[in-house]
């Protein structure tokens, strides 16, 4: 990339196109495009909770004769691969997708995105979806859009553009830091009032992002899991620990985007219910680490869903007095346990990624479950 577009441009020249609504799951490479989209055109970008259910809702949109535009990270792909094929495909319902390109090779990246990273361009192909990298100027985007459009006519497949690092121009946003007597807890505070009181007996399994990244920081064991990438997959991973090591106590650190991404999970969990889980999802209501887009965790009540899965109990704090007395409560016996607990959208600005290697981190989890 020669240069980066500013969001508005972007944005711009989709709407003249005749392109939207825009809906998807935030990604930091396209954090400015969304913004601008929440800022100036709301009723015009819906958040989903996953990228599969991104290309659905799209799908309905276009049934409805508009011309829609699906925002992934690449990662994503994997939870959209069966919209595309079985549903776009097969209906001959092309839609728009906007594909940032995490681990393209020769970009540094994390370790999540090294393999979906080399193989995007190739799924696309597999996927028969045409795709070409987002052009670095607002008349060659312009032109671009016309050739997508004419070959989503022209096919009834779906059309990509992929969207590498600096793309697009930055727009940055630190949050302030909540401040006074009566602030909502930071998520930092928030796991080290859980490692206190459970840590000495637990297994602690973290989400990807910052809730690992600071439960490495502050608070590293062999007994901690941090799970980098596979966004939402968290709760599964301590389920399958609870239900195979069922003498051990398991707490799974989870946060509301990622609830919301695989909420099924709680299905699953309520079903099989093991007395030795508790599920605990930190709630800021934003996807923080892609620019503090809003998750919607607002409007769903994590602790009546549990109870409907079939959990023991469900319950909430809000403060650092109410979250101690949930983590003291004796386990009632009869089924796994959530406690979603509300954090301060912020985290630290110099938070770095975690030191320990996935493959280390695993096998010393491992060690730690099976001795």
């Not at 990270?73 to 001959?92: D, E, F, K, W, Y």
């Not at 399994?205 to 990244?213: E, F, K, L």
């Not at 999802?281 to 934003?286: C, H, L, S």
Request: charged letters at 20%; glycine letters at 10%; proline letters at 9%.
């Amino acid at each position: 990339m020669t240069h980066a577009l500013d969001a508005d441009e972007v944005v711009t020249a989709f709407r003249d196109r005749g392109f939207g609504p825009f809906t998807g799951v935030p990604c930091s490479f396209l954090g400015p495009v969304i913004s601008c989209l929440q800022d100036r055109y709301p009723d015009d970008y819906l958040v989903a909770a996953n990228e599969g259910e991104a290309v659905a809702l799209a799908a309905g949109a276009r049934l409805a004769g508009r011309h829609p535009v699906v925002i992934l990270q690449n990662s994503g792909l994997g939870n959209a691969v069966n919209p595309l094929t079985s549903l776009c495909h097969t209906l001959r319902l092309p839609v728009l997708l906007l594909v940032t390109w995490r681990g393209r090779p020769g970009a540094p990246d994390e370790p999540q995105h090294e393999l979906m990273g080399q193989i995007t361009p190739e799924l696309l192909t597999a996927m028969n979806v045409r795709h070409e990298i987002l052009p670095d100027t607002a008349e060659e985007l312009a032109k671009r859009l016309r050739t997508a459009s004419a070959h989503m006519e022209a096919t009834g497949l779906p059309f990509a553009f992929l969207v590498p690092k600096g793309a697009i121009a930055p727009a940055p946003r630190t949050p302030d830091q909540p401040s006074g007597e009566s602030r909502t807890l930071l998520r930092s505070e928030a796991i080290g009032h859980v490692m206190e009181v459970l840590g000495g007996r637990s297994l602690v399994v973290a989400t990807t992002g910052r809730t690992a990244r600071e439960l490495e920081r502050d608070w590293d064991r062999p007994g901690n899991l941090y799970v980098v990438g596979s966004m939402g997959c968290a709760s599964s991973v301590a389920l399958g620990v609870a239900l195979h090591a069922p003498s051990k106590h398991v707490v799974v650190l989870d946060g509301d985007g990622a609830a919301l991404m695989r909420l099924e999970a709680m299905a699953t969990i309520g079903r099989t219910a093991p007395p030795n889980l508790l599920h605990i999802v930190f709630d800021n209501g934003a996807y923080e680490s892609t620019g503090g887009q809003p998750t919607g965790s607002g409007h769903v009540d994590f602790a009546a869903v549990a109870r409907a899965c079939g959990y023991g109990s469900a319950a909430e704090a809000a403060d650092p007095e109410a979250l101690s007395a949930a983590l003291s409560r004796p386990p009632s016996g009869d089924g796994p346990a959530l406690l979603r607990v509300h954090v301060a959208p912020y985290s630290d600005p110099g938070l770095g990624r975690p030191a320990l290697p996935p493959p280390a981190s695993a096998a010393r989890f491992s060690a730690e479950v099976t001795a």
